[in-house]
Structure formats: C-alpha cells, structure tokens
C-alpha cells in the first residue's frame, strides 16, 4: 500500500467510524458512502468489510433498522420475487426498475449525505435500482436492464409498498388493401350513444361492425395475447374508398403483450384469411414506437382512381383540357365533410398528375396523382367554391365522385429499414 492509499483508508475509517457510531446503519448504506473504492466490490461487501475493519479497532456498531434507508435495501429480495412473480408468462429480454423512496427516507438520505460528505457516494435509488435488477434477473433466470426501451418497466413505491409493471407495447409495421367499400380504418363509436352501447348499434357501441383496425388486429390480439390494439394509418381512406395498389403504410400497435416473438409470416397469412375480400396486408415486420410518429407524419404522394358523373354532357375535348388544367396548385378550405373536426384554413396543396378517361357523355374516369392532404372529392365537386380549382368549377357544370380507390401510396416515402 502507498502512503496516499493509507492515508485515505485512515480518512475512510475515521469518517465511518463517526457514521457506525451516530445511529444504526446497513452495511448498504454504509458501503454506499465509499461506493467508488474497491473494485468488485458490492455496496453490501464494502460495508461489511468497513464494519469488520471498526469491530477489530474496538467501534462497535449500533443495532436496528438502518437510520438512512429505513430497512429498504434488507427487502429488496422480497420486492424482486413479487416482481418476478408479476411477469410470470410475460416474454421478455430486458427490464428496468425505478423507485420512489419514502418522505422519510428521502429526508435520511439528504442528513446523511450532509453530515457525511464524501466524493465517493453512490445515490439511494442508483443503488436500489441496480440491486433489486440484479435480485431479479437472479429469480427469473434471465433479462438485462435497458435504460432507454425496456420491455418490462417496474416501479416500487417504497411508501405504499406497491409494484406497478409497464409492458411495453409491441409495434408491427405494414401496408394494407382495403378491398370492400364501406369499411372505417378505425373503430368508430356509435353516434348515438358514443360508445355505451343502444339499440340502434345493436348495444356493440360501433358505427359499423367492423373497422380495418379490428380485422388486422385479431390474429394479432389472440397471438400476443394483449388486450388492445390499435391502428396508426399513414392518413386514411373514406370509408367508402377502397385502398388497393401496394398498400397503405400503418404501424400495428400491441399493448402489454404477453408474447412478442410472433410469427408474422403465419399472422399475414392469418388476417389474409379471416379477413378475405375485405382487407389484406402485407410487408409485416418488427418496428419501434418511432415508426408511429414517422407514419402519421409523413404525407405520402397518392394516385386515385375515381368515378366522376357529370350533371350534364359534356363535349371530350373540352373535358380533357379541364382535367389537364387542374394540374398544379390548389387551393383548399377545410371541406365542409370535414369541417367539424378540422380546424377551418385554406391548404395549399399540389396536383401532380391528371389523366382522364371518358365512359360516356356524362361519366369519366380520373387517375389523380396528388400531394398528400389533397382532397379529391372537392377537387371535382369544388365544394361550393371552397377549392380553387376544380373540374365542376372550371367545366361550369357540377361534377360529383361517385366512387374513389387509393391505387398507390408513393412507397419512397417509408424506407424499407422502418
Ligand atoms: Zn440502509
Ligand atoms: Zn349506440
């Protein structure tokens, strides 16, 4: 031993002499307050050699319940059982615990720390953390602590002696087909009862019976065995629009599953079947919870297919330069279909493309390729002159969509790596 060590275990010895001395403490807390000293050293270890050290010099110290830590540290063994016992049939890797002292010994660690000063002392909660996760990954045979996105988040309340368990939502990135007209992407609360359930829903609290979200989401819900789930679209179709093409974007969400190494391969092959005719997907694979944000955000160019009937007839050349005139900027006020829910501004969008295809004198069919956001049905109905421009605004003659398909959701926008 050098001279500095000496006389820096003489400093430490002199320092945990007063600390044994001034109330009984846990070889926890004591080994807490050297924390740095000693490699492979526990906090528990330390303290005990501590002690060992004062007994031989004649300081012997007090019995009882540790004045800093109340006894915390002396039920972390029990606190990891009840956790582990809470994620029995819970899949998962890793886990992170986070605890909540009590007043009171948030109140003896502060005296402690203040009549104790040493540059060596490791928090209360630090050291609580790291040892109940070490007390149960013991208990359950396996885990590692992640401190950014644990599968299992486990809080202890010291005070109230509760344990509540976050199990981190499974997200499952795809595109989906809507095939059949008249279906909402997302549950839709019946607009009588708002959900409660009346006679005029059938007492199922929904608007329509079924919801894309709902189909996709029960092979899921049954393999993960979560009780929830729910559907972020990049943006969403009409009801009565149909999604074909490659897709729409969505992430899939999961809520405190119990399994998480689904077998997406069989569960694409799940929902194509039970929900056949009505919606497919595809492209499924494991994503983060970032890919939700990205999803909702990211305005996606579209290509429409739309049926188009036209008040009167019209002559062909005409309504093709109409159609190809519209391609540019557009101006949009909030259309009034949406008005109750949107906030009422004007949104300058783009139309990229615009072919048409006459079916007879007063029909024709539109491929319309668009910025995302732009609305299609007041592009050809000009919604009583709040989008400018607009085939009945520029024909003169009032035009109505009478059917609507997404054909395509420009695929550049998601990177395959999501
Ligand atoms: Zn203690
Ligand atoms: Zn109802």
Redesign the pocket.
């Known amino acids: 031993m050098t001279d500095e060590q000496l006389r820096l275990t003489d400093d430490v010895l002199a320092m945990a002499e007063q600390i044994v001395r001034a109330g009984p403490?846990?070889d926890?807390?004591l080994g807490r307050a050297y924390a740095k000293l000693g490699h492979g050293l526990s906090n528990a270890e330390r303290g005990s050699a501590l002690r060992t050290m004062l007994t031989i010099s004649g300081t012997e110290g007090k019995l009882g319940t540790?004045w800093?830590?109340g006894?915390?540290?002396k039920h972390i063994d029990k606190l990891a059982k009840r956790a582990s016992a809470m994620s029995d049939g819970v899949e998962f890797e890793s886990y992170l615990f986070g605890v909540k002292p009590s007043a009171r010994i948030i109140q003896g660690e502060k005296l402690f720390v203040e009549r104790y000063p040493t540059d060596t002392y490791e928090p209360l909660k630090h050291a609580f953390n790291r040892e109940i996760g070490k007390a149960f990954e013991a208990h359950v045979g396996h885990g590692t602590v992640d401190f950014e996105r644990p599968h299992l988040s486990f809080v202890i309340d010291l005070s109230s002696d509760r344990i509540d368990l976050k199990v981190r939502s499974l997200y499952i990135y795809g595109r989906y087909q809507k095939l059949l007209r008249g279906i909402p992407q997302t549950r839709w609360p019946c607009r009588k009862c708002k959900g409660r359930g009346c006679a005029a829903c059938n007492y199922t609290g929904k608007q329509y019976p079924e919801s894309v979200e709902e189909l996709i989401a029960a092979p899921f819900l049954a393999a993960a065995r979560s009780d929830e789930a729910y559907l972020h679209g990049a943006g969403r179709e009409d009801i009565d629009a149909r999604m074909l093409g490659n897709g729409r974007p969505f992430v899939l969400e999961l809520v405190s599953p119990h399994m998480r190494s689904l077998d997406l391969v069989f569960l694409r092959e799940q929902v194509n079947i039970s929900a056949k005719g009505k919606v497919e997907v595809n492209d499924l694979r494991f994503t983060s919870r970032d890919t939700v944000a990205l999803v909702k955000e990211t305005h996606a160019e579209k290509t429409y297919r739309v049926r188009v009937s036209l008040a009167s007839p019209v002559e062909e050349g005409k309504l093709l330069a109409a159609v190809s005139s519209l391609i540019g900027q557009v101006d949009q006020r909030t259309p009034r279909r949406v008005a109750h829910r949107r906030a009422d501004l004007v949104r300058v969008r783009r139309l990229i493309d615009a072919r048409a295809m006459i079916i007879s004198e007063q029909e024709v069919e539109l491929t319309l390729r668009g910025e995302g956001g732009l609305y299609i049905k007041e592009l050809v109905s000009g919604d009583e002159g709040r989008t400018v421009p607009s085939l009945s605004g520029v024909l003169g003659v009032p035009a109505l969509v009478t059917e609507l398909d997404v054909i395509d959701v420009s695929a550049s926008a998601f990177p395959a790596s999501v």
Do not use: R, Y
């Open positions: 403490i846990c926890e807390c540790c800093v830590c006894g915390a540290f």
